[in-house]
């Protein structure tokens, strides 16, 4: 059966729909980011970026490790953003009445699992192409199926410019109630700016259009 599918890609949203701003300004010691009053500390932060490197080097040699390395030097700073990124967007799919179950996360993993040939090729994609850990597979999927119900919800076609800025308003609107303040030693947080455009973030990827179907 063909397959159509979209693109969900953060840096071109980014570019299309410059709408979430916050400043940059976040002074505590060990904070790395506070999202809604809660903070995301240096070493969660870093515990998540050990995750990926750990995988990284248990999945290669050590010349093949210290050049995936050299080739992800920003993985830190775009972890931070995507963790942000990723409490922004359950605010506003929290805003719009959107829900994900586990079903639905279950079943678009069987689904990319089916189109990669295998949970383990899934796995090593992930790893490989959007630095996302084995362990927080399940989260990135989550991510993608929230993406898409949201979406839907505003009538968001994320193929075209306009749908692109109906979602971004959305995620603009809960970037604002939460008040996302980043540790200025990891970059700002404004995409008004379209800043971070070089982010590599698990929601770059190609998703299948038909999202995740809600079970009785």
Request: proline share 2%; with cysteine; net charge positive.
């Amino acid at each position: 059966m063909h397959r159509r599918r979209t693109a969900i890609a953060l840096s071109a949203a980014l570019a299309a729909a410059p709408l979430l701003t916050a400043c940059g300004g976040a002074a505590h010691a060990g904070t790395a980011a506070v999202v809604g009053g809660q903070r995301i500390t240096v070493t969660q932060l870093e515990g998540r970026v050990n995750e990926v490197r750990a995988a990284q080097r248990a999945a290669t040699n050590e010349a093949q490790y210290e050049q995936v390395v050299s080739q992800t030097g920003g993985l830190t700073r775009n972890t931070l953003h995507a963790l942000v990124l990723n409490q922004v967007l359950d605010r506003a799919a929290g805003d719009a009445g959107v829900t994900v179950t586990r079903n639905e996360v279950e079943q678009l993993r069987t689904l990319r699992e089916q189109q990669v040939g295998g949970a383990a090729a899934l796995q090593a994609a992930m790893l490989q192409q959007y630095q996302v850990a084995p362990q927080r597979l399940d989260d990135n999927l989550r991510t993608d199926v929230e993406v898409q119900k949201l979406a839907i919800v505003l009538g968001a076609d994320m193929n075209t410019t306009e749908g692109m800025a109906v979602f971004w308003k959305a995620m603009s609107k809960a970037s604002k109630e939460l008040h996302v303040d980043i540790n200025p030693r990891y970059g700002a947080w404004d995409m008004e700016k379209s800043s971070r455009v070089d982010a590599r973030t698990p929601w770059i990827k190609e998703v299948t259009a038909a999202p995740a179907q809600r079970t009785a």
